[in-house]
């Protein structure tokens, strides 16, 4: 015999909200488009409910007495869902694109690499830049920092520093946000 116990069936997930006979409250204060907003006892609120062909569901649990509502629950709980998908789809999600220098980069790449952050910030995105300092080339740390303070000043228009060059092991970062969104 295995140590671990089997679950068997469904697990089941507990409900946000108290419901019929799960309310263990004596008195409740019943409230919506069809009650009159009185405190009642439980099994009158209940009977309330019944007799409409709907719920009573405990909204404020903490309130007293906790307040419920005469509402068709399964409609309740798809309303809840679906405001709940709205706030998710209007939250941003903040996307960060790195742009990688060598200490010795010359102006070509470096024009190429300004195209590529120019279309990054103006799709929304943050970007990273950063020079990469490989063996003994650490030794031109100046020369990186000039390149991402160059980098920041043909961006200025299109974006604001976040964060000033700073030197993080062998890489040196500079952090860029776009100054407005355009779609």
Not at 22 to 42: C, L, S, T
Not at 168 to 173: A, N, Q, S
């Amino acid at each position: 015999m295995s140590k671990f116990k089997r679950r068997r069936g469904p697990i089941k997930r507990e409900e946000p909200y108290k419901v019929n006979q799960r309310i263990r409250a004596p008195y409740v204060r019943v409230v919506g488009e069809n009650a009159d907003n009185e405190i009642h006892d439980v099994k009158e609120a209940l009977q309330m409910a019944q007799d409409q062909g709907l719920d009573l569901v405990e909204i404020s649990p903490s309130a007293d007495p906790p307040v419920c509502k005469i509402i068709d629950y399964s409609k309740f709980k798809y309303e809840q869902k679906k405001k709940q998908k709205e706030i998710k789809a209007k939250s941003q999600k903040t996307v960060v694109k790195e742009i990688r220098f060598g200490p010795n980069t010359d102006d070509h790449d470096f024009n190429f690499k300004l195209k590529h952050a120019q279309g990054f910030l103006q799709d929304g995105a943050k970007v990273k830049a950063y020079v990469h300092f490989v063996g003994r080339s650490i030794v031109f740390k100046e020369r990186g920092e000039m390149l991402l303070l160059r980098f920041a000043q043909a961006l200025e228009e299109e974006a604001k520093v976040e964060e000033m060059p700073k030197l993080m092991g062998k890489r040196m970062f500079l952090m860029l946000a776009p100054k407005a969104v355009k779609k």
